[in-house]
């Protein structure tokens, strides 16, 4: 049990450099920009992005279902699984918003600003998106350590804490995993 704790002491490190990592990239990837060879083309990026994040919540609702069933070599599977697509999330994620520009929602002629016309079109649509995006984006920075946290419980046997923990990470990471796609569709018709 002493090495468990020594362990998940350890893991707890490094899942707090991970977060501050992340963070740092995500608030750098709007700022810089890592220029790609001609020809190449991450269109494809975004509907990649927003199948992950679909996926990520089908797994989340599969896991779920499991541990309620207590099925928990099932329910270990599919969380395992459900953090990889969620690393898999990130990386290219992270990838895309350091090589390409930002698409702004309601930029019809694609210009990268809003004209009055166009804010004018997007009408009160914006606001829900904005709205939406924002709580989609607090909430993962906030829910991305923790996510981390309650695997690490479980993972070193610390079940009861990881239980109690799980009880509310799960239906914040479910509804950052749900919101990604709804946000993605909704900025579709901007992409280039």
Known sequence: ???NLQLAKQLNTAAWVATGAVLLLVGLMR???IPIPDGWDLGFLPPFH???NALTAVVLVAAYYFIRQKNIEAHRRAIYIAVGLSVLFLLSYVAYHFTTPETIYGDLNRDGSLSAEELAAAGSSRIWYLALLLSHIV???LIFPFILFTF???YTGQYARHRKMA???F???LY???TGPVVYYMLMPYYP
């Open 139 to 141: 909430l993962a920075a």
């Open 31 to 33: 700022r810089v920009k």
């Open 171 to 173: 239906p914040v990471w």
């Open 167 to 169: 009880r509310w990470v």
């Open 1 to 3: 049990m002493e090495r």
């Open 176 to 178: 950052v995993a749900v």
């Open 50 to 52: 927003a199948t992950v």
């Open 152 to 154: 690490i419980r479980a």
